[in-house]
């Protein structure tokens, strides 16, 4: 008979959910037992954000080496080792992964099995030899890539995100099936560190963003000389002497694009194979797990965060779930999931940030807003940086309260954090008008755009008419 543990929680998954779970309840007193299956710290360290940004790095340092001209540096072109690149990505994991290991969360009073999880009946699952019957379950499985139904694909060889990284050698022509964020921060990181680059995109890239912001990023990638192939319907794929072939349907004409590696980032799909949700009563779905606005799944005693649940896929959202499960088991409060102010941000070079209603999403749900923006080109520091091309977009309600705001610019995800706030706190444009923000920033743009709502009104007419009766008061 199998050993029986018995703790207040057992999180099934030690990505970036399911180890902000784990940490915060063991560091209050609560006994956990920590599932994991594959590698502690999960997409997150071992394939997503973390290496894809150390990547994104390299390649800013070898385009700053060629773009020096303006500023009186002359431009020169880098000699890049792409598997020292490489190296840097794993050495930036490597000092990060402590914090995420084995050893840290039994230090903390963890039990961590490291095996696959597979759910018994609706109060039990099975791992390592184990039996676990906690009060309450956390399934944090995250996602995994999805590949595409495409005829041939099999038969060649592609990375995914999962096996981008382990490459040391830089690709000749990558071709990028996929115009999200993987797709557009790989194919710019790539690029400048000295591959020929085609994006193709289904639709058109970053399709869930401002339409306004992203024609200023597409732009500043085919500057750099990145091809970008939207409205391309993929038809097969094939394997050639120097590589790969990829048939590509475009405006009803039929073209072959040859390249010799293939980067597959066509969206996400949940993890659940193996778990045997159906044992324990929890209800899903192809695009994951069903919970309700607590996070609770059909079953009573199970909740699940992240990626799984299928809602917006970013590692904020999983910490944020992290800390509605830490509410709802340990303090038995109600607290439920809010989504409506999830910020999202491609760190391509423009960053794309946005977060809310866009221009798009007001329209298509018949929302009359004010929209306010401001041009990063009209700023003092960018001017003195020689940053040309940027935009910040607020949209708001009649009344001023902010609804929705986009940035396309250098580090645009830090530029939105007030707006985050705003948003987040329900605040009228008026409050982010009135910050004083330190000059010279690029953090006055958001404040100038702000700042713009109020134009028409202080130079009107009447502006002016009631200026002249106060200035005989005396």
Known sequence: MSEILKPDLCVIGAGSGGLSVAAGAAQIGASVVLIEKHKMGGDCLNYGCVPSKALLAAGKHAHHMRTGAPFGVTPVDPQIDFSKAMDHVHETIAKIEPHDSVERFEG???TVIQAPAKFINNREVEAGGKTVR???FVIATGSRPAVPDIAGLADVPYFTNETLFENRACPEHLIVLGGGPIGLEMAQAHHRLGARVTVLARSTIASKEDD????????QLKNEGIEIVEQAQVQSCTKTVDGLAVRV???????EIAGSHLLVATGRVPNVEGLDLGAAGIAHQDCGITVDKGLRTSNKRAFAIGDVTGGPQFTHVAGYHAGIIIRRTLFRTPAKADHSAVPRVTYTDPELAQIGLTEEDA?????????VEWPLSDNDRAVAERIEHGLVKIICAPNGKI???????????ELMAPLILAISQGLKIGAFASLIIPYPTLGEVPKRAAGSWYTPMLYSDRTRMIVKLLSKLG
């Not at 329209?363 to 929209?371: D, L």
């Open 403 to 413: 609804l929705g705001a986009g940035l396309v610019g250098p580090g645009a995800g």
């Open 108 to 110: 903390l009073g963890c």
């Open 212 to 219: 306004e912001l992203v024609a200023i990023l597409r732009d």
């Open 249 to 255: 349907l475009i405006d009803g004409a039929v073209r």
């Open 134 to 136: 906690p009060r309450r």
């Open 363 to 371: 329209k298509a749900k018949n929302i009359t807003t004010k929209i």
